[in-house]
């Protein structure tokens, strides 16, 4: 079974500039969840979508967006690029509501530096 | 959810038990507690969860007291590749429980040859 997917790896933009990251659920998980890591700090909560739907969002600017297709697979943007917003950019999946949090599963970032 | 308190840093041996403690006085009844680690730079991995008994599997085993305020997950023979931070959370679970987790700081395990 295929795990959590997220692309680019490693992405480098410039300030202003807008950064788009993706991410793959495992299949069957309907739920995907975003968060930022800043090098040194924890992972902060950014955006949670399900069924094509934003559920809730942490503490962020508006230029913090994002989206979940009809195939769950979601993307993450990031408008007006800050220095501060280099970060690891973590995306989990899980399946429908039930499972509890042990369904979590975690792709393995990208890593977008702002130059 | 409720809040965790766990130490920043740990060392443990390389073949011993690494012991990793978490409060969670604020706990409610229909909240789980749940352990994750980060190796550094890979997103988070489930390692075990628990209501109020204890539980083990092939990774680690977890104890929670009976007033289930506090709780440990027991690595029983660390090795290095177990150096990593480990985050407790609690969250509820069943109908309902998909949710964001809230990662608190966690402990720094350093497994030393």
């Known amino acids: 079974e295929a795990g959590v997917t997220q692309s680019p790896t490693h992405l480098i933009k410039t300030r202003g500039q807008q950064a788009t990251l993706r991410c793959s659920p495992i299949?069957?998980?309907?739920?995907v969840y975003w968060y930022q890591q800043a090098l040194g700090l924890g992972l902060q909560f950014l955006l949670w979508?399900?069924?094509?739907?934003?559920?809730n969002r942490g503490n962020f600017p508006p230029r913090f967006s994002g989206r979940q297709f009809p195939n769950y697979s979601s993307e993450l943007n990031v408008n007006a690029l800050e220095l501060e917003d280099s970060a690891l950019y973590l995306c989990?999946?899980?399946?429908?509501?039930?499972?509890?949090?042990?369904?979590?599963?975690f792709g393995s970032g990208t890593r977008l530096t702002v130059v | 959810d409720a809040k965790t308190t766990q130490p920043t840093s740990m060392d443990c041996a390389e073949g011993r038990a690494a012991n990793l403690p978490c409060n969670h006085s604020t706990i409610s009844g229909n909240e789980y507690v749940y352990w994750y680690r980060q190796i550094h730079s890979q997103g988070p991995q489930y390692i075990i969860h628990g209501l109020k008994n204890n539980e083990t599997n092939e990774m680690a085993s977890l104890i929670i007291t009976e007033d289930r305020k506090s709780s440990t997950l027991i690595l029983p023979h660390a090795t290095l590749r177990d150096t990593a931070v480990y985050y407790c959370i609690v969250s509820p679970a069943g109908v309902g429980s998909a949710r964001q987790l809230t990662f608190g700081s966690g402990t720094q395990l350093t497994v030393l040859p």
């Open positions: 299949s069957g998980h309907t739920s």
């Open positions: 989990a999946s899980s399946a429908t509501p039930g499972q509890g949090a042990y369904g979590y599963t």
């Open positions: 979508y399900d069924e094509g739907e934003e559920r």
